[in-house]
């Protein structure tokens, strides 16, 4: 009887001693499993990563190249058409014209339908077909091929005038030097204009415009301005600088010494 009783407690013990064991080897068995989650998932999360890199980098490349979808010396069309800014212009009446627009600045087309499709670059000189009637549109047969536009519509505002006369800074200083020296009594004064101003002269400043309707505009304004309160000719030596404000006007700054006395002027 006790040796059957000592064969049962053994054999609950070995039993305890197995389970025991086996409760082990599992939990040992599952830390390779959880570790290899861990590497999957980090690689996962590089994968993205990269996968947002290189949509970013194409969203820029396209960005960069969809301003231009063609061009040509004179004019640029968008790839994709902008904004409607204005009603329908193909439904107007249109006579035949020969004016010019002559870009001093980009200036917007539009297409038939009043949508901004590109523009007329800087510099450039772009003859017109044909000018509204009753609306202040002109339009030019579209020069570029394979592209949707039968013409191309720009505002008559920006019309080449004939007499109309554009000054840049460069060209606005010489007209003020050409100005002095064409005058009669630089025959008997012999006015002289710096390369630099220096230290001892004095400076007058004022704002001219840089477009004028014909030749008489731009010498009434320019006498007006440099010849009536204050007199540039009243000075031996000068020295001009030009530079661009805002809203189409030009800076004007007169540096000045060396007063005449036109007494002594036969």
Known sequence: MKKRIIGILVTGMIVASLTGCGTKTEATEQVPESSNAIVDVSNEITETEDTEADVEVKEEKITE????????????????????????????????????????????????????????????SITLDETGTDIGWARFENPIAGTDYDYLYV???????????RLTVETMKQRIIDRVLDSPVNDDVHYVFLDEKESDMEVYECNLMSVYTDELDFQYWLDE???????????????????????????VRLYYKDIIDWTQIQ
Do not use: H
């Not at 010396?73 to 439904?91: M, R, T």
């Not at 505002?155 to 006369?165: G, H």
């Open 65 to 124: 190249n969809e301003f231009v979808g063609a061009e040509d010396e004179n004019i640029v069309l968008y790839a994709e058409v902008g904004n409607q800014d204005y009603c329908p212009l193909d439904e107007k009446n249109y006579e035949s014209s020969t004016d010019t627009v002559s870009a001093m600045e980009d200036i917007p087309l539009y297409n038939s339908g009043g949508y901004a499709v590109g523009y007329i670059k800087n510099g450039s």
């Open 155 to 165: 505002l008559k505002d920006y019309i080449t005038n004939e007499d109309e006369i």
């Open 225 to 251: 301005e440099l010849t009536r309160d204050f007199n540039m000719l009243d000075y031996k030596t000068l020295y001009v600088e030009c530079e661009d404000d805002a809203d189409g006007w030009i800076t």
